[in-house]
């Protein structure tokens, strides 16, 4: 069966089966008529239908009498931060993000920089359902198109120039950093950056090609090579990115992975340590973000507050809570300073700065940090609908009074337990978090169980 996934992560799917050029046109169709037409930055990451499907975005919009700006291959966060600061309506990148090859997808951006929210998720089908009742448009192509070469350099400024980024501390240190950019619309940009901080940079798989010589999502069991390389070049850190490069996984000076959810514990600490002491701004994370982001914040008298999983739904909270730093688990830091949009070159400059203000390694750092073990699962639900599955694990569970905001999650005092349908996939996701791996493999094991019984 083809598989097309919509929602507030944008519409991606398996290219032809399910994800093709009749899709790609009727989103955009609607996404610019929802959006006036006007100004529409379009992007794209590395893979190699990426061009192909861009190709068709940009005739779409300029039938539609759009002024298209094209930045090509870069980063999500580049797109993003090019919408605000060029005053577009709106913006359309062509990125499967983490997902393998043979996947593709439209992310859509409003005019704040921002993906669209519920709302406009919802007004954007409804644009689409009338460009599928009207027929597509054959115009002409009207609209002009202008390639900003100087994306990525801007991106580079904006980040140089955040007050938490100390540049000046990070070139006296002169860290070693090895990068693995998977190939992907990172392999430019964050060299470039960490380059102009004064790190001595290694690069692993920076061609910008799309060969992604190991599977995308930059979890521990995907990054060996660039463990390898931090361990043989005696490097002071390793950083690996996404092919959208909007997360950042951090390796330790022995070669050992963080995990991603201490990317954003690392970000925020740094935050923390430079706050005025009357600074209360509150931090903002996701449902499946570790516990050690509260422990942390507790540390230093600040709230962390949670939203469903999703960019937008951290970011709209940011937004309302004039948050002092955001993110999600994945690997995602967001800075308003900057933009509300994960970004790796910030989560970068952010741990790079860290370093050099302490003194310390990054295991150094890392040791000194609150400590949970979490586990990360899924089931295949394709053929069922989640929504059942998760309701009825609610209905047994309600005298355990579980968080129902974002699927069903279940909190003790020293650990918790999500399930959530994925915004990306046809699964469910399962996060469990404990004092050690035994506990939190425990809680994967014994709800994953409960689930298969629900199916």
Partial sequence: MPILISGISGVRGIINDGFDTDVVKVYTQAFAQLMDKGRIIIAQDSRPSGEMFKGVVELVLRRMGCEVIDCGICPTPTAQLMVKDLNAKGGIIVTASHNPIEWNALKFVGAEGLFLDSEEHKQLQLELSKVRETGQTQAEPSGEVTLLDERIERHIENVLALDLVNVDAIQSLKPKVVIDAINGAGSEALPLFLERIGCEVIRLNCDNDGNFVHTPEPLPENLRGLSNEVRRKNADIGI?????ADRLA??????NPLVEEYTLVLAAYHALRNAAEDDTRPIVTNLSTTMALDELAERYGR????????EIHVARKMQQQDSLIGGEGNGGVILAESHLGRDSLVA??????????TGQSIREIASDLPRYEMVKDKINVQGYQP????NALAEKYASLTPNLEDGVKITWKDRWVHFRASNTEPIVRIFAEGS?????????KEFKTEIQNLM
Wanted: hydrophobic residues 50%.
């Fill in 240 to 244: 690996a990115t996404d092919p959208d």
């Fill in 250 to 255: 951090v390796i330790d000076e022995f070669g």
């Fill in 303 to 310: 709230k962390v507050l949670r939203t469903p999983v999703g």
């Fill in 348 to 357: 970068s400059g952010l741990i790079l700065s860290l370093m050099a203000e």
């Fill in 387 to 390: 929504a059942d599955i998760l």
């Fill in 436 to 444: 050690s791996q035994t506990v939190a493999a425990s809680l994967v």
